[in-house]
């Protein structure tokens, strides 16, 4: 248990109720979990996602979770619970004034992980050697809801996971690029989010809180290759609102030299239901033909993709996707 448990100063009582409702697992008073689909899917039908495909990572064995609710962008296609106008109920995203301890945090989603599957121990298709991999996670995405790099002790938390023998997947918006250049310990991989190929499209579709919010992901762009670990750049693509300029998105790509770029499309569900329709919802074969020319025009070829989760990886330097784990 967090010694801060129970003061949740932080979030508003009203989001607290819909988080709930949703099935979010609170940790704390900034942090989450939440059952991933794909935890179900391979408990249930032995069908993992796609990081297992290109990864390696055990779907069994991942805990989806957040360190900070909050988050300085309200990027249009963001499935979470927005302070500026979901709920009418308005709240300081921003403050982290007040945090919790990294291992309290890590134990905390441990326990929240378990809580979850509790459910599963005497489900009649999970069989117990798949439900005894489940309730002893080793890998944690970083990529609930929120922006992780807002935690003051973004470090602290990747070294307490590392330390439990956890991989680690850090999905961030980029925006703090100083956070990133002084991260005290890396994620096993870091993921970062490129939502527009230019300014316009970037405060159209990602809306930031915060000034010379595209200036910082632009210069998180260019710290990627003097980062020590392996780096997906993720397109997150919408039709109608940023999948367009391929060659813009490339001349970002190319600057940012990561190993890994990745097409994937954004999906109609939570609360971005209220900001876009289902017709912004890409097929897997437009977002196979947008990597493609992507493709084209910067030299990676594709190497991995998931029809299921529409999301096709491309790399520069690798035939195959590198396996992280096993």
Request: charge should be positive.
């Amino acid at each position: 248990m967090l010694e801060e448990e129970g003061n949740r100063t932080i979030l508003p009582d009203q989001l607290i109720n819909v988080l709930r409702r949703q099935k979010y697992q609170l940790v704390g008073r900034h942090s989450a979990v939440k059952k991933c689909r794909w935890l179900h899917e391979s408990l249930v039908r032995g069908r993992p996602c796609y990081k297992d495909k290109f990864f390696g990572i055990n779907s069994l064995q991942c805990i989806q979770m957040t360190p900070w609710l909050g988050c300085d962008c309200a990027c249009t296609f963001c499935w979470r619970v927005q302070s500026n106008g979901d709920l009418e109920v308005p709240w300081d995203e921003m403050d982290n004034t007040l945090f919790d301890s990294a291992t309290g945090i890590v134990t905390g989603s441990i326990l929240a992980q378990r809580r979850i599957l509790t459910g599963y121990k005497n489900h009649p298709k999970v069989d117990q050697e798949r439900y005894v991999k489940a309730v002893n996670p080793r890998h944690v995405a970083i990529s609930l809801a929120g922006e992780p790099t807002v935690y003051p002790r973004l470090g602290e938390l990747l070294k307490e996971f590392h330390n439990r023998g956890f991989t680690t997947f850090l999905v961030t918006n980029g925006t703090m690029p100083e956070v990133l250049s002084n991260l005290q310990e890396t994620p096993t991989q870091l993921y970062i989010t490129l939502a527009a190929p230019d300014k316009n499209t970037y405060q159209e579709t990602c809306r930031p809180t915060i000034k010379d919010a595209w200036t910082q992901l632009n210069k998180s762009l260019e710290l990627i290759p003097s980062l020590s670990c392996p780096v997906v750049l993720r397109l997150t693509l919408a039709r109608h609102l940023n999948m367009r300029t391929p060659e813009k998105y490339a001349d970002l790509i190319r600057k940012a030299d990561p190993l890994y770029f990745e097409c994937k499309g954004v999906v109609y569900v939570g609360h971005a239901r209220m900001r876009i329709g289902f017709d912004n919802m890409p097929r897997h074969e437009e977002i196979r033909e947008f990597a493609q020319e992507l493709c084209s025009l910067t030299g990676y070829q594709p190497i991995a993709e998931s029809r299921d989760s529409r999301v096709l990886l491309a790399s520069s330097k690798l035939k195959e996707p590198k396996k992280l784990v096993g």
